[in-house]
């Protein structure tokens, strides 16, 4: 069964000051996909990135940054600089490509990054 | 183009009444989903849908009824609502299947009392 964990419930940081968020998760398949989507305090769902288990190679966006590591099953997401806006919740989620995973997309219980001016 | 959009945005319900939250999405896409997410928590899905005339259940289907009659449409039934039913719910769409990226609506936030 895919699960998705986010130990961190809550992270308080003062801005510009870097933050990263954990993301572990567990799959039987060999092929999957990992997300990460913020949700403001608007309440909107917004996409940040998808990656497959095939591309191990890091990414940078702006001041967003992933690092995946199948060898730990992490999928963790830096932000740095971080600014006020930055502030939301932050949710790992994992997708298996295999039929039986009923199309799902399992989300990780979500981060909430608290930046203070 | 407006991605994906659902009505009502907020709603209260009293126990034992029924209502249809509405999704249209304008992207073409095949998949469209519906999730729920109680306070704190990540998203739980409900049903989903692959095609027009087809759906399916996901982790959380009971008490809830879905159709797709077309590919844009995909309402959400809430049959004898109960208070375990308060939540946030979430409509979305992708191309592909759940690999591919979804992209949410605004949601609707739902109270039952």
């Known amino acids: 069964a895919q699960k998705v964990t986010q130990a961190q419930t809550e992270i308080s940081v003062v801005e510009k000051e870097d933050v990263t968020l954990d993301c572990v998760y567990e799959?039987?398949?060999?092929?999957?996909?990992l997300f990460w989507y913020k949700q403001p305090p608007s309440g909107e769902l917004v996409f940040l990135i998808r990656r497959n288990s095939f591309d191990e190679q890091n990414e940078i966006s702006g001041r967003y940054s992933w690092n995946f590591q199948k060898s730990t099953s992490s999928f963790n997401f830096t932000i740095t600089a971080s600014q006020v806006v930055d502030s939301a919740v932050y949710f790992c989620?994992?997708?298996?490509?295999?039929?039986?995973?009923?199309?799902?997309?399992?989300f990780g219980g979500g981060t909430r990054v608290l930046v203070k001016p | 183009n407006a991605g994906v959009t659902q009505t009502p945005k907020f709603r209260i319900l009293k126990i034992g009444q029924s209502m249809t939250l509405q999704c249209t999405q304008d992207m073409n896409h095949n998949y469209m989903y519906w999730y729920r997410q109680d306070p704190g928590m990540g998203l739980k899905l409900i049903y989903y849908s692959v095609g027009a005339g087809i759906t399916d259940k996901g982790e959380v289907p009971n008490g809830y009824n879905v159709s797709r009659s077309t590919t844009e449409d995909f309402p959400l039934r809430l049959e004898l609502a109960a208070p375990s039913q308060t939540s946030v719910y979430f409509c979305?769409?992708?191309?592909?299947?759940?690999?591919?990226?979804?992209?949410f609506g605004p949601g609707t936030r739902l109270t039952v009392l």
């Open positions: 989620a994992l997708s298996e490509e295999s039929k039986a995973a009923g199309n799902k997309l399992t």
């Open positions: 979305a769409s992708s191309y592909g299947g759940g690999v591919d990226t979804q992209y």
């Open positions: 799959t039987r398949d060999t092929t999957y996909y």
